[in-house]
C-alpha cells in the first residue's frame, strides 16, 4: 500500500457532532465495495460514530450526483463522499459518465455549500482501479472520507472566526 504523499499537517479529528454521507455506487460493485469500507474504516478511526455516517446506494456514477445533492441540501450532514468507480471500455462511454459525474458533483456542492467529496476512481482498467481500492496506490475511499473530515473542520473554522456563519 502506498503511503499518502500529502498527509495533514496536524492530526485530524472529526468534530463533535458531526455527521456524514456516504453515497456509493454499485456499478463496479468488486472495485467500489473497497472504496466503501476505506472510507468507513477512516471515518470510525477519526472518531465518527456509527450513528453518525449515513450510507445509501445508487445504481451507477451517473446517479451519484443526484444522490449527493440530495443529501447535501437536506442540510444534516457536515460533509457528503461520493464513490464510484468508472472504468475505460471500447467506446466513448466513459467520457461522458465520468465527465458528467465530475462536473455535476461540482455544482451539487457550489449549489448546497455542503462539501462534496469525490471518491469516484476513472481508470483505464480494472487492475489501475484495484489499486486505488486498496492495492498498490492506497485506498480512495480511505482518502475521500479523511478530505471530508478535513472540510468539516475548515467550515467549522470559518464560522468560529466570524467569516460565514455556517454552523452545522
Known sequence: MSEDPNPPLTEVVAPANARFAIV???FNHAVVRKLLDGAKACFAEHGVADEALYVVE???AW????????????????????LGAVIRGGTPHFEYVS???????AQAALDTGVPIVFGVLTTD?????????????GN???????????????DRKLADDGITTKRP
Open 125 to 137: 482498467d480494472d487492475a489501475q482501479a484495484f489499486d486505488r481500492a486498496g492495492g498498490a496506490h
Open 63 to 82: 446517479e451519484l450526483p443526484y444522490a449527493a445533492r440530495q443529501l447535501a441540501g437536506s442540510k444534516r450532514f457536515d460533509a457528503v463522499v461520493a
Open 58 to 60: 445508487v445504481p451507477g
Open 24 to 26: 456509493w455506487s454499485r
Open 99 to 105: 465527465q458528467g459525474t465530475a462536473l455535476g458533483l
Open 140 to 154: 480512495k475511499g480511505r482518502d475521500a472520507a479523511l478530505t471530508a473530515i478535513e472540510m468539516a473542520l475548515f
